[in-house]
């Protein structure tokens, strides 16, 4: 059984940046000839519109604009919620306490304080809270580009 999947977030940036990558994975599109390897349950926007056009555009079997009741009506194993930074502490924590792992983007909060109860949470619950980071921002690669 593939790892089911729901997204909370529909804006420009997810849509441009994280869906188009789900979608490669469901499909079995990169490499060619590859196997899915994920499945596209449920995506979720507070505006019906844009969650309406990402489950058609993506492939998504259904859409909700209430991310509580996707989480109650769904089977996911993980969630993806990228929105702004002070909207996403909140989300990443329900998500995990429904018991399903999560993905959040960067920065994850607007606090320490906030990165700090993800964390908690995630050590409560037993769930993981993955925050996408990309390499371009480490100490090597900054470094490397300095001296370039």
């Known amino acids: ?6 997204f909370i977030g529909c804006g420009s940036f997810s849509s441009a940046c994280i869906y188009p990558s789900l979608r490669l994975a469901a499909n079995g599109i990169e490499p060619p000839g590859s196997e899915p390897i994920v499945e596209l349950v449920a995506c979720c926007d507070f505006d019906a519109t844009l969650a309406e056009r990402n489950a058609r555009l993506f492939g998504f079997q259904r859409f909700y604009t209430d991310h509580r009741e996707m989480l109650e009506k769904e089977a996911l194993d993980a969630v993806f919620v990228v929105m702004h930074p002070r909207l996403q502490p909140a989300l990443a924590i329900e998500v995990m306490r429904s018991g399903r792992n999560v993905f959040i983007e960067k920065p994850p909060a607007q606090t320490l304080a906030e ?12 769930k993981f ?8 921002f480490s100490e090597p690669y900054v470094r490397a580009r300095a001296l370039a």
């Open 1 to 6: 059984m593939l790892p089911r999947i729901g």
């Open 115 to 126: 990165v700090r109860e993800i964390q908690r949470v995630s050590r409560e619950t037993g």
């Open 129 to 136: 809270c993955q925050v996408g980071f990309m390499k371009r």
